[in-house]
């Protein structure tokens, strides 16, 4: 009999009354996930599609694209510090309450967006007040992963940490499925009411998915391991501190683990639409499609690659996402150039997986068992938002920036090249984290 992830609903295998309270645990911190992550993601199609039309309408096309992505990655800049805010209080407080007030924080910025007037109206203040909410999307999502994962990995059977973390990470193609699908829809209408304001019904449909998380979300009880921390008065007083000062070099591993990944994930999701449909001329449902399909093959990738992690270990499956994430930066133009259908679609859904799930799934338990207890929520926090300001929220940029500056995609691949050795070194120099007991503080 073997012990492979089964599907059952979301793929929890159903055994005892311990695999019954895992259900309920899993299922409200991934739905929860999934809200948070449909709040942030809508904004990344959203750049790509109508934010320099509307906010930046001023500028020539491609400064226009460069200044919606730029407002695009404020958000990722604001993630560390809702990461070092919400790390600090989970591993002070705990992390139930902090999964509360993050999931407030992203869906009032989400609504808010959809309800803002535009350049048109109120000139200066239209971009100003959406770099604004911008910037509370990013402190909410900051706090948010963190608080996730370890709601379910310290709740989990020591043996299935990567499997179990892996069911929070389909949170994020869930995301991009429904971002996606909702904007797939709405691409359907004529141009000027999508513009005028059809762009806006997938910002104010959030408050309804907000309600439903919160409700679920409510319903959780603190994990085992902060509860004995608090219980014996180990609670950290300063944790970011004790992270960066005590741990430089673990710390600095979280980051380099995070780096790749996350840069592959939205130059394919957000960049790719500005490239399929301003330079290769290819619709943007095609696209759409594409990015759907990658999400949708998640669903399955990401809990396999977590279980993998459980028997092979963390570091085998980040050597091997690593190296093929560089050699996917070779070929990865090349396919998209062909204008194939079905070409770009499949290379898109398929090189999604290879170069982010294989390295997301175990990501969940890999960055947080890098920490003890006390400073767990800031250090798995403040490591990934950090990697992801500094390469996920300016990757679209950046690429954008280097295929105008050079009029050719290679030092777009370069770029990603080099990306995948720093999460490769990062790889070789962190320690192996299966086997650890996650409950020392």
């Known amino acids: 009999?073997?012990?492979?992830?089964?599907?059952?609903?979301?793929?929890?295998?159903?055994?005892?009354?311990?695999?019954?309270?895992?259900?309920?645990?899993?299922?409200?911190?991934?739905?929860?996930?999934?809200?948070?992550?449909?709040?942030?993601?809508?904004?990344?199609?959203?750049?790509?599609?109508?934010?320099?039309?509307?906010?930046?309408?001023t500028m020539d096309p491609v400064a226009g694209t460069l200044a919606a992505f730029a407002a695009y990655a404020v958000g990722f800049v604001a993630r560390p510090l809702g990461g070092a805010i919400f790390g600090h209080f989970g591993d002070r407080l705990g992390r139930k309450a902090m999964l509360t007030l993050t999931m407030l924080i992203m869906g009032v910025g989400t609504f808010l967006i959809g309800c803002l007037p535009t350049y048109d109206h109120i000139g200066i203040w239209a971009p100003i007040l959406l770099v604004a909410l911008r910037l509370m999307q990013g402190i909410g999502i900051g706090g948010e992963w963190g608080g996730a994962v370890l709601m379910v990995i310290e709740h989990a059977p020591e043996k299935k940490r990567g499997f179990y973390g892996s069911l929070v990470q389909v949170g994020f193609p869930a995301g991009v499925a429904l971002s996606t699908a909702t904007f797939l829809g709405l691409s359907m209408l004529p141009q000027d009411q999508f513009l005028s304001w059809g762009w806006r019904l997938p910002f104010l449909f959030s408050v309804i998915l907000i309600g439903v998380g919160l409700f679920v979300r409510l319903k959780l009880v603190e994990t085992p391991a902060f509860a004995q921390v608090k219980q014996t008065e180990k609670v950290a007083r300063m944790p970011i501190l004790e992270v960066i000062m005590g741990q430089p070099k673990t710390f600095l591993t979280a980051v380099g683990l995070k780096i790749s990944e996350v840069a592959w994930v939205y130059v394919l999701t957000v960049f790719s639409i500005v490239y399929a449909t301003g330079t290769l001329g290819l619709p943007k449902t095609l696209i759409l499609y594409a990015i759907l399909l990658g999400a949708v093959l998640e669903f399955a990738t990401l809990p396999l690659f977590g279980w993998m992690s459980d028997k092979i270990g963390r570091r085998p499956m980040y050597i091997g996402g690593a190296l093929i994430s560089g050699a996917c930066a070779l070929i990865v133009f090349p396919l998209l150039d062909t204008r194939d259908p079905a070409i770009v679609v499949i290379s898109i859904a398929v090189i999604m997986s290879l170069t982010h799930a294989t390295m997301f799934g175990p990501q969940a338990a890999f960055l947080p068992e890098l920490f003890g207890t006390r400073v767990r929520y800031s250090g798995a926090s403040l490591?990934?938002?950090?990697?992801?300001?500094?390469?996920?929220?300016?990757?679209?940029?950046?690429a954008t920036g280097l295929l105008a500056w050079a009029g050719a995609t290679w030092p777009i691949a370069l770029y990603l090249i080099c990306l995948a050795a720093i999460s490769l070194v990062a790889t070789l120099y962190a320690t192996e984290t299966r086997d650890l007991d996650i409950s020392r503080a």
């Open 1 to 57: 009999m073997t012990d492979a992830p089964t599907a059952d609903g979301i793929g929890i295998p159903a055994v005892s009354s311990d695999d019954e309270k895992m259900r309920r645990i899993v299922w409200a911190s991934v739905l929860g996930t999934v809200v948070e992550w449909y709040d942030f993601l809508i904004y990344g199609t959203a750049a790509a599609l109508v934010f320099n039309k509307l906010f930046f309408p």
């Open 383 to 398: 490591g990934c938002q950090i990697a992801a300001a500094i390469s996920g929220g300016f990757a679209p940029m950046i």
